[in-house]
């Protein structure tokens, strides 16, 4: 059985004709990507966010809701969407299967020039995406950067030396390279494989882009609460996985740079 299935209006999303507000930039296309895990009190606003964010910043545009093998309700809800509005879809993982995985999912199915990558916890208020659109002219990579972090001490302890161990290893320019605000030229991507199947496939998507030339663009954005659901991201399996997973991209890129020599 395919452990992956896609749910999607049988037409095409259809182009936005509405004028921008106040002269603001659009972008020709855009996805949003939602990985969602046991969200189900929050995956309803999270895609009625995207939408509103995506219309107001793209003249065409899509939410792709990628459901990590959740064990509550955020699927259905989900689904309950993709039927009544032609722009979102959904991706189902019958199994969980990380965050990386379900970010690769989302960004395999994408079908427009530009992606943006957040979450479906509410911990952004994704209107901010007009100050990255604002500057897509002149980058390829836009990240946020979360300017007063909402979390718990120990996330906020360990967030910052996981930022400071992936500067000294890998000399990235960004400041909160996990922020799941991120918007990413779509073609920027192309050649690019991502192994990454837990969290550390935000900082292997930002040392790989780099270190291919691509023009990086960083903003300063809110950051709230999360308010339902439970975090996963300070778990110990989670917290030993992405340490595994760096030490193999750090291996990764040091055998691609002898071979280059």
Same mark, same amino acid.
């Given at each position: 059985?395919?452990?992956?299935?896609?749910?999607?209006?049988?037409?095409?999303?259809?182009?936005?004709?509405?004028?921008?507000?106040?002269?603001?930039?659009?972008?020709?296309?855009?996805?949003?990507?939602?990985?969602?895990?046991?969200?189900?009190?929050?995956?309803?606003?999270?895609?009625?966010?995207?939408?509103?964010?995506?219309?107001?910043?793209?003249?065409?545009?899509?939410?792709?809701?990628?459901?990590?093998?959740?064990?509550?309700?955020?699927?259905?809800?989900?689904?309950?969407?993709?039927?009544?509005?032609?722009?979102?879809?959904?991706?189902?993982?019958?199994?969980?299967?990380?965050?990386?995985?379900?970010?690769? @999912? %989302?960004?395999?199915?994408?079908?427009?020039?530009?992606? $943006?990558?957040?979450?479906?916890? &509410?911990?952004? /208020? *994704? =209107?901010?995406?007009?100050?990255?659109?604002?500057?897509?002219?002149?980058?390829?990579?836009?990240?946020?950067?979360?300017?007063?972090?909402?979390?718990?001490?120990?996330?906020?302890?360990?967030?910052?030396?996981?930022?400071?161990?992936?500067?000294?290893?890998?000399?990235?320019?960004?400041?909160?390279?996990?922020?799941?605000?991120?918007?990413?030229?779509?073609?920027?991507?192309?050649?690019?494989?991502?192994?990454?199947?837990?969290?550390?496939?935000?900082?292997?998507?930002?040392?790989?882009?780099?270190?291919?030339?691509?023009?990086?663009?960083?903003?300063?954005?809110?950051?709230?609460?999360?308010?339902?659901?439970?975090? @996963? %991201?300070?778990?110990?399996?989670?917290?030993?996985?992405? $340490?595994?997973?760096?030490?193999? &991209?750090?291996? /990764? *890129? =040091?055998?691609?740079?002898?071979?280059?020599?």
């Amino acid at each position: 059985m395919n452990p992956t299935r896609l749910l999607q209006p049988t037409r095409a999303p259809v182009r936005d004709r509405r004028a921008p507000a106040h002269g603001a930039a659009r972008l020709p296309g855009l996805s949003v990507v939602l990985p969602c895990f046991n969200e189900e009190a929050n995956v309803a606003d999270a895609i009625r966010h995207a939408r509103a964010a995506a219309s107001a910043s793209a003249w065409e545009w899509e939410v792709i809701v990628v459901n990590d093998g959740s064990s509550d309700a955020t699927a259905e809800i989900a689904a309950g969407f993709v039927a009544a509005d032609e722009h979102v879809r959904l991706i189902v993982h019958t199994v969980n299967r990380g965050y990386g995985d379900a970010l690769r @999912s %989302g960004i395999a199915a994408a079908h427009m020039p530009w992606i $943006f990558l957040t979450d479906a916890d &509410l911990q952004f /208020d *994704l =209107r901010e995406l007009e100050r990255l659109v604002a500057h897509a002219g002149d980058a390829d990579l836009l990240v946020g950067c979360r300017a007063q972090r909402r979390d718990p001490l120990g996330r906020r302890v360990n967030a910052r030396a996981w930022n400071w161990l992936v500067r000294r290893l890998f000399a990235v320019p960004v400041r909160d390279v996990d922020c799941a605000f991120k918007l990413v030229r779509a073609s920027a991507l192309e050649g690019i494989e991502l192994r990454a199947h837990g969290a550390m496939i935000s900082t292997e998507l930002v040392v790989k882009l780099t270190a291919r030339g691509a023009r990086l663009f960083e903003c300063d954005v809110a950051h709230r609460p999360r308010l339902a659901g439970e975090q @996963s %991201g300070a778990s110990p399996r989670v917290v030993l996985r992405a $340490f595994r997973e760096l030490l193999v &991209l750090r291996g /990764d *890129l =040091r055998r691609r740079t002898a071979a280059v020599s």
